[in-house]
């Protein structure tokens, strides 16, 4: 049976009319790193399929990319990479989406880079960060809360005026693969 993947909702083609930022969650990882430290665990082979699959979505819909951000924790990096590699986006580190750090500070590197210009920004990072930052992002979300999977995007569209709390979520994507 061949993987599938999230339903595509109202986000499917075409310029965004608003900024739009898609929050990933790194590919399924590793349980254990040889180091024994959380921030070496490594991407398993349905981590880097998830993002190679992520990568040729997201070029599929023919977005234009402003920029793709991510964790400096190694799971982050390769995830990023490799969606990067597929979607036609060279990736970049960002301090910001780190291990702990506070989401207010995501959602301030999300006003900084779009400066409420049409386009998407991808940011890979970890939980509980993203999800926090999704919940302060869209009111529907702070109401019901939010889980995201490894391996998953959610895909926000902001207000042109680069409001980091009137977002809507117009997809969520992931490619269901439960095979390691």
Do not use: F, Y
């Not at 900024?19 to 430290?37: E, F, I, M, T």
């Amino acid at each position: 049976m061949p993987p599938k993947k999230t339903k595509p909702g109202a986000a499917d083609k075409g310029k965004p009319a608003r900024p739009r930022v898609v929050l990933v969650r790194h590919g399924k990882a590793q349980r254990n790193a040889d180091s024994g430290r959380d921030e070496d665990r490594r991407l398993k082979p349905r981590g880097e399929r998830q993002a190679k699959w992520l990568g040729k979505t997201l070029r599929e819909r023919g977005w234009p990319l402003l920029a793709l951000l991510h964790s400096p924790v190694h799971r982050a990096v390769q995830t990023a990479n490799r969606l990067g590699e597929h979607a036609g986006c060279k990736p970049a580190e960002a301090e910001a989406l780190a291990l702990g750090a506070p989401p207010t500070g995501v959602v301030a590197l999300i006003q900084a880079r779009l400066k409420g210009k049409p386009g998407t920004l991808i940011l890979v990072g970890h939980n509980p960060q993203l999800e926090e930052v999704a919940c302060i992002m869209v009111p529907e979300l702070r109401r019901k809360g939010v889980e995201i999977s490894t391996g998953e995007a959610l895909v926000i569209d902001l207000p042109a005026d680069n409001s980091p709390t009137g977002g809507v979520l117009v997809e969520r994507l992931r490619l269901d693969d439960d095979e390691d």
